[in-house]
């Protein structure tokens, strides 16, 4: 089993920025692919940015392509993503996800993809 783990979320005014952690417990993360996503009120939960656990490919979201930055810590079991220029249309609960991959150069964009899930931090950008 893997634990997932998010931080970071809280409250900023738009133009701002924010770096969500997630940190992953129960097995080496080295075979992972990770992904963050956010559900925003009375909408489905959507992607946001993917990566392979080695960190050599990364994808994202056209709305947030430019602004956010997905990143791995190895050292740390840790998967970031810094958001940059945050705008209120930002504003939800953003999670962590994880699932096996062993060929470690692929990106999952879908949220039936995933096994893992972390309980979600809330971020709230105002305007």
């Known amino acids: 089993q893997v634990q997932l783990v998010e931080s970071g979320g809280g409250l900023v005014q738009a133009g701002g920025s924010l770096r969500l952690s997630c940190a992953a417990s129960?097995?080496?993360?080295?075979?992972?692919?990770m992904g963050w996503f956010r559900q925003a009120p009375g909408k489905e939960r959507e992607f946001v940015a993917a990566?392979?656990?080695?960190?050599?490919?990364?994808y994202y979201a056209d709305s947030v392509k430019g602004r956010f930055t997905i990143s791995t810590d190895n050292a740390k079991n840790t998967v970031y993503v810094q958001m940059n220029s945050l705008k209120p249309e930002d504003t939800a609960v953003y999670y962590c996800?994880?699932?096996?991959?062993?060929?470690?150069?692929?990106?999952?964009?879908?949220?039936?993809?995933?096994?893992?899930w972390g309980q979600g931090t809330q971020v709230t950008v105002s305007s």
């Open positions: 996800a994880a699932r096996a991959d062993y060929s470690g150069s692929n990106y999952y964009t879908q949220r039936s993809e995933y096994d893992y």
């Open positions: 129960g097995r080496p993360m080295r075979n992972y692919a």
């Open positions: 990566i392979t656990w080695s960190g050599g490919n990364s």
